[in-house]
């Protein structure tokens, strides 16, 4: 050519990408993931960044390659919210043109603490099931048919089941190495290769800490200085994870320890911070290098804010850091966070010491029912909003619900 631009040259200007990365993008457009079916976390998530799914017409509060982090103290409900999230992305959409509320998609677990209960989430698949044919068919008008609710349920189950996969990696080397081999592993499985992934989670990221610790004080100790976070594992898992949620662009959720509480209590009594400090590294920690909120109110409290209004109440953050300076401090490809939940357990107020022994017995059904209620409270944040949303779930012996149902 005249100008001396080769044609080799100019080709490599264009850009490429696979048939899995175009199918996936053309998804992202037309079919979000769908909605985490808990009433306050919906509202907050749509009303922060959503979109409208073609093929039910509903706004979906969760996007294609969504990065959920969930955040809490042992106890404090993870793994059941985990839970509820799988089951709402393996049920179908519907069953015999009952609507079922599901994303009708697999779901990819990664169950790193070994603890996965494949009973306990059988049941809570099957109430979940239950109740939605139990309310949508009550709902038809003149309906003459009425199943037997438990033992469809168990037969809907059985078939959502199947586009569950559970992985079991002993070190984060096997999890890096897994998520790495997982395309081959979706396009070669019989029962997952014509599926659409819709979760891959992690339960939990946190499992290997230690030994990865222990492992990269010695790397630095032999190094003597220098920068090795390219040379942690966990680097090479968030590595591995964004080339799968590049390509396929599912919802990835991990569960995380919460170890460190941002503000210490102080010798006046003032209590700790809501929310908790990332000790994972390398791992996206959008919140922690700016100044948190200087809230310090009861859980409880929040809790009754939060059922006196239909929308999810906020608390604002101070120098929350923009969107644009988090987009400029970070390479292009590099692993996201697009959502943080942190959960408490709801505190239960202890005795007072002037009660006495005959008021605390009166007390103690109220207090018995509160703890056997299950209550959990969600804080919602999201880098580049200054506010904080709320929800609340209830963890029963039979399901997973909203505070609202």
Known sequence: MDDGVSAERMLSEIHSESLQQLLTSVRHAISPAGSTRIAALDAFLCGTRSQRDANSGVAASLNRGDVIEIQGPAASGKTHLLYHLLIICI?????????????????????????????????????????????????????????????????????????????????????????????????????????????????????????????????????????????SPLYHVLTALQNFRLSHGPVIVMTNWGLSPLKKPSLTGEPTSLFYKQHLYPFPSPFDTWEQSSHTTALGNVSSQRSESPEPSTVPLQRTRPQSELDATQPRRSFPLTCHITLHPVPISPFAPTLTLSESEESEPVRAHLVKAGKVQGLVRIPGVARVGEFAFLIRERDVVSDTQ
């Open 91 to 231: 049920s179908p959409r519907e069953y015999q043109r009952v609507q079922l509320g599901g994303w009708d998609k697999a779901a990819l677990f990664f169950d790193t603490d070994n603890t996965f209960d494949v009973s306990r989430f059988r049941q809570l698949l099957v109430s979940y099931l239950t109740e939605q044919l139990s309310q949508q068919y009550g709902s038809l008008a003149g309906h003459v048919y009425q199943p037997s609710f438990p033992d469809l349920a168990e037969e809907i189950a059985s078939s959502c089941l199947q586009n569950l996969h559970i992985i079991r990696p002993e070190a984060t080397s096997q999890l890096a190495t897994t998520l790495l081999n997982l395309p081959k592993y979706h396009a070669t499985h019989p029962s997952l290769q014509y599926q659409d992934i819709g979760i891959l989670a992690i339960d939990s990221m946190s499992a290997f800490y230690w030994k990865d610790r222990y492992d990269m004080e010695h790397l630095r100790e032999n190094r003597r200085g220098g920068d090795l976070s390219s040379s």
